[in-house]
């Protein structure tokens, strides 16, 4: 398409153009399968995922780096590089293995000096004074972003409450 400027923000579509060109008019094909695992993808609403959900290695990294995000539990100093370093290690699988990690096995790693891995042990046990809409933000449900888990928290005002709701 032509785009061009029309008022202050607002672009315009001047014109699309149809191009003979066979390489940029095909169709992209999707994949089959799941690039890290080899899982085969199903399609899920409008998009193809992977349903190989903890065993799949990108998506257990996605997992832990949504849950310690800065707007989930907030732990400083995780990163995408440490959470990928940590399973490749084989020192966590799961979100809830953070809270299993100690200072010895972090020294070990390469580039995670004494002080780095208490910081980090610090920043995970303060991670579990927090909040409970960003509790439930931090558990990663389909669907549930930060303005429903706040609502969520809202209505049942303890994670007691969550648990014992009856399904609908």
């Known amino acids: 398409v032509i785009i061009r400027r ?9 014109k699309v153009v149809i ?4 390489n940029r008019s095909a169709k992209t094909k999707f994949p089959e399968r799941c690039p890290c695992c080899g899982h085969e993808l199903v399609i899920d609403a409008t998009f193809r995922v992977c349903p190989n959900k903890w065993n799949c290695q990108d998506q257990v990294k996605g997992m832990i ?7 989930a539990l907030n732990i400083m100093g995780l990163g995408e590089q440490w959470v990928q370093i940590l399973i490749e290690e084989k020192l966590i699988q799961f979100p809830s293995d953070l809270f299993k990690l100690r200072e010895e096995q972090l020294i070990h790693l390469p ?22 809409p960003r509790f439930i933000y931090a558990l990663g449900i389909s669907d549930v972003g930060r303005a429903t888990s706040k609502s969520l928290a809202m ?3 303890e994670l007691k ?4 709701a009856d399904l609908v």
Do not use: C, W
């Open 111 to 132: 580039g995670m000096a004494e002080k780095s891995a208490r910081k980090l042990i610090a920043s995970i046990q303060t991670s579990k004074q927090t909040t409970l």
């Open 155 to 157: 209505y049942f005002k």
């Open 6 to 14: 029309a008022g202050d923000v607002i672009p315009e579509v001047v």
């Open 161 to 164: 409450n969550i648990l014992n």
């Open 65 to 71: 780096i949504h849950f310690a995000s800065k707007h």
């Open 19 to 22: 191009s003979n060109d066979q």
